[in-house]
């Protein structure tokens, strides 16, 4: 079991935070769920999520989003989202190649993971945080804005990075 | 000019197919439980046969251990229309294949193995 107190403090986490990341990390050491199930239910949480704001009548005027590209505003959907949320702490998005961009997550900072938040001693990735953007972004959007490109979370050193298509 | 893994993994699968009557789709899929390769029909959403078929190999081993069966050979799956059936690829990867309920179970397990034998030296 990881140091939960330090994790706890640092990571600045809520309860549903200790909750999520534990429960999922616990379905996933009984091996009912992995990288492809997140990617799935993730995408199933951002509809719940979706009509969770409308229904407080708390989403965003996408008319007054700002930013001048589809990358900007995408940045600026991500920041609503987590400030609601709450689910990492630093991160960054930049463009990457044409028509893509990289979400760059310090996985230290992360609230919701299942393995450094929820302790899951399991192989691979279980990085809920893409496909949930990505759920929440084209419902936010009310169109195909962007399109996951990596399966889930890529790991380089203590950063978590997921590539998206930006579609339009 | 050297085929891609892709190519590769294409070949052993339509091979396989061929060699079974009544198999009717398979796929490669990594223990996270995202696809690598797959013959699946149109009707078959690729990332849930990845998701689920990693799931059930994932928990049928674990209870394998838990109840002292010993390393996993297979899971088979019998519906009244057919079969699921999941072989692991080395520690990595799972062979997913769907079959008729006409097919030869025996001809099934022994053609899966020779596939996975080729899987394994490629992946």
Avoid at chain 1, 90 to 111: H, M, W
Avoid at chain 1, 136 to 160: F, P, R, Y
Wanted: charged share 25%; aromatic share 6%.
């Amino acid at each position: 079991m990881p140091d939960i107190k330090q994790i706890v403090l640092e990571r600045d986490l809520n309860p549903y935070h200790s909750f999520f990341a534990s429960f999922f990390g616990g379905l996933a050491e009984l091996g009912m769920l992995n990288q492809g199930s997140i990617n799935i239910v993730s995408k199933r949480a951002a509809d719940y999520l979706y009509a969770y704001l409308d229904a407080k009548e708390i989403l965003p005027d996408m008319n007054a989003v700002p930013g001048d590209t589809s990358a900007e505003v995408i940045k600026n959907l991500i920041l609503y989202v987590n400030k609601i949320l709450s689910l990492v702490g630093e991160y960054d998005l930049k463009e990457a190649e044409q028509d893509q961009v990289v979400l760059l997550i310090s996985g230290d900072t992360c609230r919701i993971c299942p393995k450094g938040v929820g302790g899951a001693a399991v192989k691979g990735t279980l990085c809920p945080v893409p496909s949930l953007l990505e759920g929440l972004i084209n419902k936010l959007a009310q169109k195909e804005m962007v399109k996951l490109i990596t399966s889930g979370i890529e790991k380089e050193g203590s950063t978590c990075k997921a590539y998206y298509q930006v579609l339009n | 000019m050297a085929q891609t893994l892709s190519n590769q993994l294409d070949i052993i699968l339509n091979t396989f197919e061929r060699n079974v009557p009544y198999v009717q789709a398979t796929a490669i899929v990594s223990t996270d439980g995202l696809v690598i390769a797959s013959r699946l029909p149109d009707k078959v959403e690729e990332d849930r046969i990845g998701a689920m078929g990693a799931a059930i190999l994932s928990i049928s081993s674990r209870s394998g251990d838990e109840l002292d069966r010993g390393d996993m050979e297979r899971v088979l799956i019998e519906g009244k229309s057919g079969f699921l059936l999941l072989h692991s690829i080395g520690a990595d990867a799972i062979l997913v294949s769907l079959a008729d309920k006409e097919v030869r179970l025996g001809m099934l397990f022994y053609e899966c193995k020779k596939c996975i034998n080729q899987l394994n030296e490629i992946l």
